[in-house]
Nanobody, 119 residues
Framework: QVQLVESGGGLVQSGGSLRLSCAGSGFIASINEMGWYRQGAEKQRELVASVTRGGSVEYADSVKGQFIISGDHRKKSVDLQMNALRPEDTAVYYC?????????????WGQGTQVTVSS
């Protein structure tokens, strides 16, 4: 079982920056990808950015050129550097890990960290 713990959220003014970190613990045979999702008020959870075991990176169109994801699958860690934040980036941000436990593919989630961007 994998546990994910996020840190780095908070309140920031529009145009500011935050860095989110996610640290994982526990056993997983192999990691397929790690990433960040977010869920704003009355919105569905959406992918923000992800990085695969092979190093391929995917970003939501809304954050391209603004956010940077970096991960170390050996450490089960993934960070998200968020720059030029806007009020519409306000959401709870969740760390995600998808991996193989030797029998099946599993997805794990952190508890979430609140990011609030004031205008």
């Amino acid at each position: 079982q994998v546990q994910l713990v996020e840190s780095g959220g908070g309140l920031v003014q529009s145009g500011g920056s935050l860095r989110l970190s996610c640290a994982g613990s526990g056993f997983i045979a192999s990691i397929n990808e790690m990433g960040w999702y977010r869920q704003g008020a009355e919105k569905q959870r959406e992918l923000v950015a992800s990085v695969t075991r092979g190093g391929s990176v995917e970003y939501a169109d809304s954050v391209k050129g603004q956010f940077i994801i970096s991960g170390d699958h050996r450490k089960k860690s993934v960070d998200l550097q968020m720059n030029a934040l806007r009020p519409e980036d306000t959401a709870v941000y969740y760390c995600n890990l998808v991996g193989e436990d030797g029998q099946r593919t599993r997805a794990f989630w952190g508890q979430g960290t609140q990011v609030t961007v004031s205008s």
